[in-house]
């Protein structure tokens, strides 16, 4: 009897723990690795922030495959939008220095005119005023976010970490920018937020919704691709706009067809709608979390995500949480 691609994705899965599902999902975000940032989804989140915050700041891109620069000339066409926006606004926002990592990974999009050399390359103001350029390729370097010359710079030089990081290791990297303690603006999944994996950074106040959410990536050839990402950091966001799309009001105010109770009896509140007057926990999904529940007196009460069911039957996750 033939053996089936899913059956050897098992045998194989199995011997290192993983169902054949969690196979499906770990190749599903590789693929995403290879989705590119557009440098209008850059534009229109940055500018957001206090200007100042930026101020004699060193930005660290760790992973942006990065820039294709030769004797001063930047190829737009194969740089990454991140470094390309800190070129571009670098005296404008008043950066310190900018430091990019070039990791060599399966797809090249940006640096083929590197020759998929590992580098670090870095932009400064020089004693004449003029961007400095310089470019780098250590020995024994892999470009890689933790490699330990990475962590070393992270720890030592760096103000602000900005990219968007592979999603496959994407648990990896909110670990190792968290512990950082450095500030940081990255590009990441929209339902982390109900993922337990990230689902503590929220609880703990460690990480928050950005402004935007990411409808598009660019793939490999630059063509448009659907994508379900968001901006997080740990900058202040001093006046969400996103707030006025919360509805938190007494439970009995809600219309009928945005509550439930699952077999456990605990409560589901959809729509964006949270009760004013409800003291026990009660389950939302990821989208009022993004727009600022937990600034509004609500805080999460469970490390993992809440899944419930209903008449036996799974709904879809959610996180539980409870006025403060
Ligand atoms: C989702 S893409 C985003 C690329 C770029 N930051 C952007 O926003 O357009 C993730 C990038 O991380 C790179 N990458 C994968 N594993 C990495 C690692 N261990 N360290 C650093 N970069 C990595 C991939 O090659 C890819 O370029």
């Not at 590119?36 to 495959?65: A, G, M, S």
């Not at 993922?195 to 490999?220: M, Q």
Request: aromatic share 12%; proline share 5%; glycine share 6%.
């Amino acid at each position: 009897m033939k053996t089936t691609a899913m059956e050897k994705a098992g045998e194989t899965a199995g011997k290192c723990g993983l169902s054949p599902k969690d196979l499906m999902q770990k190749a599903h975000k590789i693929k995403y690795d290879e989705f590119y940032t557009r440098y209008e989804d850059i534009e229109k989140e940055i500018p957001l922030y206090d200007k100042e915050i930026w101020k004699d700041k060193v930005v660290f891109c760790n992973c942006d495959d990065a820039v294709d620069e030769k004797d001063g000339k930047i190829n737009e066409n194969r740089t990454s939008a991140f470094a390309l926006f800190f070129i571009n606004n670098f005296k404008t926002l008043g950066l310190k220095k900018l430091i990019c990592t070039h990791y060599s990974g399966p797809v090249d999009l940006f640096s083929a005119g590197s020759d998929g050399q590992v580098y670090l390359i870095t932009y400064e103001v020089g004693k004449d005023g003029k961007i400095k350029i310089e470019k780098q390729s250590p020995k024994g370097y892999t470009g890689s976010f933790d490699d330990p010359l990475s962590l070393k710079i992270l720890k030592e030089e760096v103000d602000i970490v900005c990219t968007n990081p592979p999603f496959s290791r994407a648990i990896e990297y909110w670990k190792m920018v968290v512990k950082s303690g450095k500030k940081f603006l990255i590009i990441s999944n929209i339902s982390n937020a109900i993922n337990t994996a990230y689902i503590p950074y929220f609880k703990d106040n460690e990480v928050w919704a950005g402004y935007n959410r990411i409808d598009y990536f660019l793939n490999p050839k630059k063509q448009l691709a659907d994508a379900s990402g968001h901006w997080y950091t740990n900058f202040p966001i001093t006046d969400r706009p996103k707030y006025k799309h919360l509805k938190i009001m007494p439970l009995k105010e809600i219309p009928e067809k945005y509550i439930k109770y699952d077999d456990s009896k605990t409560l589901l509140v959809d729509d964006c709608y949270a009760p004013s007057n409800y003291n026990k926990p009660f389950a939302v999904s990821a989208r009022p979390i993004l727009n600022g529940l937990l600034e509004k007196g609500y805080s999460i009460i469970q490390e993992k995500r809440y899944t419930p069911y209903i008449n036996g039957e799974e709904k879809f996750a959610r996180v539980l949480v409870q006025k403060v």
